[in-house]
């Protein structure tokens, strides 16, 4: 795997590196020690998968907040999606900052979203299967998440927003957190 350090400090894209031969290929996605030996998070205790029926759907920007914070790794496994990690950490340089990255089934490769920043994605095809691998059980008293399109980050969405659930669009605008 190659490990790509974006312009958030512990968030990274992760490519595969795979060996072909005539049957087609094989590639790791995985590996607590590669994730260790970068210094990240490679605890993993829950998978989930998202499927996301329309072009358009938005799922975010959420968290899990202490004591219960989560960092994931995210792989779109079908379709494509505009990924969106934003910085939440307030010790950090990057504060209230985000980047994106086109995740897809034909580039195979994945992000990882350390402790901190919130997630969230907009589907870029139909039927869209998105796959979660999380360092921390689910703790529904921990769930937190920011508006897609609160003015205090600025997210630049490439497409309109079709679909979104009823709880991404009422969050508060940050500020007044």
Sequence with gaps: MKFIETKLPGVFEIQIEPHSDLRGFFARTWCEKE???????????????????RKGTLRGMHYQAAPFPEAKVVRCTAGAIYDVILDLRAESSTFKRWIAL??????RNSIYIPHGCAHGF???TDNCEVLY?????YHPESARGVRWNDPAFQIAWPEKVEVISERD????DFESK
Excluded: K
């Excluded at 994730?35 to 029926?53: A, I, R």
């Excluded at 086109?102 to 580039?107: M, V």
């Excluded at 691998?133 to 059980?137: A, D, H, L, P, Y």
């Design 169 to 172: 669009q009422t969050y508060p």
């Design 122 to 124: 907009l589907t870029l």
């Design 35 to 53: 994730f260790e030996d970068q210094g990240l998070n490679g605890d993993l205790v829950q998978c989930s998968v998202s499927l996301n029926s």
């Design 133 to 137: 691998q999380i360092s921390e059980f």
């Design 102 to 107: 086109p995740l897809s089934a034909a580039t």
